[in-house]
């Protein structure tokens, strides 16, 4: 018996560039993760020392106060989900762990900036929401599509 979680099979591994790489595991074709390459020089050729998991998203983190608050958990499996697994999604992150780490230290030593990003961050964390959750989307498309019609129907009445 095996004490703690067992440690998910390598299926395919993609090198973005010496700093970044995607993993997907067997448990899950669409878990994927982050991962730093720490390399070392031996001869001139760099070794693969170790792998350390890069699971943070900085800024979100910074103004929730904690990856595992629920917003912080949803972008991660966003960024998991539907970034990692193209190209542009992996370029983004690989921009994003590149540059975030000083604006997120600048956020987190400031309230009012914490509140604001809360704020720009709420349209991303509801489109994240409404992708994991389709009749959620369905639901709100609905409701838009109503209050379209019923917009347009106000407006005819009052002329």
Known sequence: MAIGPALPQVVFVSILNTN?????????MLSLKAWKLVTSENEGYPLLDKREVIDECFIATACFGSKYESHVALLRQFRDRYLLTNFLGQKFV??????????????????????????????????????????AMAAAGLGCFVLILTRRRIKVHLR
Do not use: W
């Open 20 to 28: 970044v790489t995607s993993l997907m595991t067997a448990d899950s």
């Open 94 to 135: 690989e921009f994003y762990y590149h540059n975030s780490p000083p604006a997120a230290n600048f956020i987190a030593n400031s309230e009012p900036l914490k509140v604001l990003v809360r704020i720009l961050l709420l349209p991303l964390i509801t489109v994240a929401y409404l992708l994991f959750h389709p009749l």
